[in-house]
């Protein structure tokens, strides 16, 4: 007697999923749980950023809602931003937990990360920055590019695979900081290697920037320069 009643193709194991959750508004609760679990301060841009159903119109009712209740709070916490801005209590404490003034006499750290993170404020909460116009590339929140922050600053950003590499500061010693975090995603084996063909829409090779790059780690080819994972 066969022991399956299906098709010899359906191998496997199978469970059954759980019922998806019909009502809109128990729905629109969690969806904004989520998102300020995601991104701490929920912003209009961040919204529309994940292109939630309903977007911002729909999240701003219900996050007045949790603010009325007391499960999250509304303020002015990103310059520039309006007020309709909305964190929880343990973000909120963790912001002004930071001494503003003592961070902006120091370095700021730096973090390299991929453009679409939710910890990258740029192209969501925050408008790209103006580059060169000239180059004919443009930054955005796409699958595989990579993006480095210096205090907080939109310093890099580096499409996919590496090929163009776009600046957004002319000072020297925050390249050398953004470019020592750009290696060490490969030296961290987060990225297996990288080529940077162009920066800012021109060849890398003779570049102001490719002394930055040979500095932190980054090899000169034809193709352009090479840092690759050791094994």
């Known amino acids: 007697m066969p022991t399956r009643s299906g098709p010899p193709t359906l191998a496997g194991r199978w469970s059954i999923l759980p019922e998806r959750v019909r009502d809109n508004t ?43 209740r007391g499960r999250c709070r509304r303020g002015y916490f990103v310059d520039t931003l309006g007020g309709a801005q909305f964190s929880t209590t343990d973000t909120v404490d963790r912001l002004r937990s930071f001494d503003t003034d003592r961070g902006a006499a120091q370095p700021g750290a730096a973090l390299a990360m991929a453009a679409c993170d939710p910890a ?19 930054p955005g929140r796409k699958a595989g590019a990579l993006v480095v922050l210096v205090g907080g600053e939109l310093v890099l950003y580096v499409e996919r695979g590496g090929k163009t590499l776009l600046s957004f500061t002319e000072d020297p010693g925050l390249r050398r900081t953004a470019a020592v975090a750009l290696a060490g995603l490969v030296h961290e084996r987060r990225v297996d290697s990288l080529v940077i063909d162009k920066a800012n829409g021109e060849s890398v090779h003779g570049n102001t920037f490719a002394d ?14 090479r840092l690759r994972r050791q094994v």
């Open 26 to 68: 128990l729905r629109a609760h969690a969806t904004a749980d989520q998102l300020l679990e995601r991104y701490g301060v929920l912003t209009r841009g961040s919204v529309q950023n994940e292109g939630v159903p309903g977007g911002f119109a729909l999240m701003y009712r219900v996050l007045t809602e949790f603010e009325d």
């Open 120 to 138: 990258n404020p740029y192209g969501a909460a925050l408008p790209w920055p103006k580059g060169d116009a000239e180059s004919g590339h443009r």
């Open 212 to 225: 930055v790059l040979v500095e932190a780690g980054f090899s000169m080819t034809p193709r352009g320069l």
